[in-house]
């Protein structure tokens, strides 16, 4: 797991904003400080040397300890990234 970022306020769309100093994939995994998984990297905006970065939210994570908690460390672990699918060849009919 790597250092993502604080955790700033949660949007009006249900998102948690954050601030990093590091751009993130997206989909990776986030974490808060107890290591219990919050949610997943939704979206990365803002300047690059310290962007935003929007993270969707589990249905299963706590708003209200969020919201007492800004401020917060959070860390994210790298999404398994899926293997490209080989394109299929297409036969040409020979007449």
């Known amino acids: 797991m790597k250092f ?3 955790t700033l306020h949660i949007a009006s769309s249900g998102k948690l904003i954050a601030r ?13 400080n107890k290591k219990d998984k919050i949610g997943r990297v939704n979206y990365v905006f803002g300047p690059t040397k ?3 970065i929007s993270i969707h939210l ?3 994570t706590n708003r209200d300890e969020i919201k007492k908690n800004y401020g917060e ?3 994210v672990s790298k999404s398994k990234s899926k293997k490209p699918r080989k394109r ?8």
């Not at 990093?20 to 808060?32: D, H, M, Q, R």
Request: a positive charge.
């Open 58 to 60: 589990f249905e299963s």
């Open 88 to 95: 299929r060849m297409r036969t040409r009919n020979k007449k």
């Open 4 to 6: 993502l970022g604080n």
């Open 20 to 32: 990093s100093s590091k751009t993130p994939t997206e989909g990776g995994i986030v974490f808060n």
């Open 73 to 75: 460390k959070l860390f």
């Open 50 to 52: 310290q962007p935003y």
